[in-house]
């Protein structure tokens, strides 16, 4: 009984040190593939505005994550988008989700398959939400490989504003007259925290863009997007 106790020991700590090896070549793997990815197209740091597209879990997700995890923007139209991202899961391997990334002319510049492993141990009932970060994460890292993303998600006082494109004026000139009258103007107009949908509307106009993503709602103005949660303003940037 004893020597069939050892084996059945041996069986198992066998199994799950191979088990162990196939985990960390896969890993390995995925690094190695990684470092060995073209040089990103310089096109997605042009990019402002993104409209995801997808009617899934993971597109859901993304929708919800985008401005969490990167620099951009999300808008409520393709027709006012700098770029689409389609989003798309495997309704057999849930975990796996799709990115892909085309400009407003049609032109792919990026893609990418986020998988997280997740599956492997919750099965069928995976929630495909953290292949969703790890894919947003991944598209930030591709476009602005210097800003890093940590648990709090992007800092994003530091990305590029919609207003200004990088690489697009010339180094010295001057501004613009109606920019910087514009500017001039939006310094005058302070957006405080709890402010109601009201006061905002009242201080600065109508926005641009509305995005009402349920548990929060955006208005866009050129120059800057305030977050409303409960009615009130929760975030200015």
């Given at each position: 009984?004893?020597?069939?106790?050892?084996?059945?020991?041996?069986?198992?700590?066998?199994?799950?040190?191979?088990?162990?090896?196939?985990?960390?070549?896969?890993?390995?793997?995925?690094?190695?593939?990684?470092?060995?990815?073209?040089?990103?197209?310089?096109?997605?740091?042009?990019?402002?505005?993104?409209?995801?597209?997808?009617?899934?879990?993971?597109?859901?997700?993304?929708?919800?994550?985008?401005?969490?995890?990167?620099?951009?923007?999300?808008?409520n139209s393709e027709t006012k988008a700098d770029a689409v991202l389609e989003v798309a899961s495997d309704p057999s391997h849930r975990e796996?989700?799709?990115?892909?990334?085309?400009?407003?002319?049609?032109?792919?510049?990026?893609?990418?398959?986020?998988?997280?492993?997740?599956?492997l141990i919750f099965g069928p009932d995976y929630d495909p939400g953290i292949s969703v970060m790890r894919g947003l994460k991944r598209l930030q890292k591709d476009a602005w490989p210097e800003m890093k993303a940590h648990f709090r998600g992007v800092d994003r006082s530091a990305c590029p504003q919609a207003s200004e494109p990088e690489n697009v004026a010339t180094p010295g000139a001057?501004?613009?007259?109606?920019?910087?009258?514009?500017?001039?103007?939006?310094?005058t107009k302070e957006i405080k925290l709890g402010m109601t949908i009201a006061d905002v509307e009242k201080t600065l106009g109508a926005p641009a863009t509305k995005v009402d993503l349920g548990e929060k709602l955006l208005y866009k103005y050129k120059d800057m997007t305030v977050e409303f949660r409960d009615g009130k303003v929760a975030d200015v940037r």
């Open positions: 009984m004893r020597n069939q106790s050892c084996a059945r020991f041996k069986r198992t700590i066998a199994q799950l040190t191979a088990v162990l090896v196939a985990i960390t070549i896969v890993l390995v793997a995925r690094e190695v593939l990684a470092k060995q990815r073209p040089a990103s197209d310089p096109r997605m740091r042009q990019i402002r505005t993104v409209f995801i597209k997808g009617n899934n879990e993971a597109a859901v997700n993304a929708r919800k994550e985008l401005e969490w995890w990167t620099c951009y923007q999300l808008a796996a989700v799709n990115f892909t990334l085309t400009t407003a002319g049609g032109d792919l510049i990026w893609s990418w398959t986020s998988q997280s492993g997740g599956a001057a501004s613009p007259p109606k920019a910087a009258a514009q500017g001039a103007a939006n310094a």
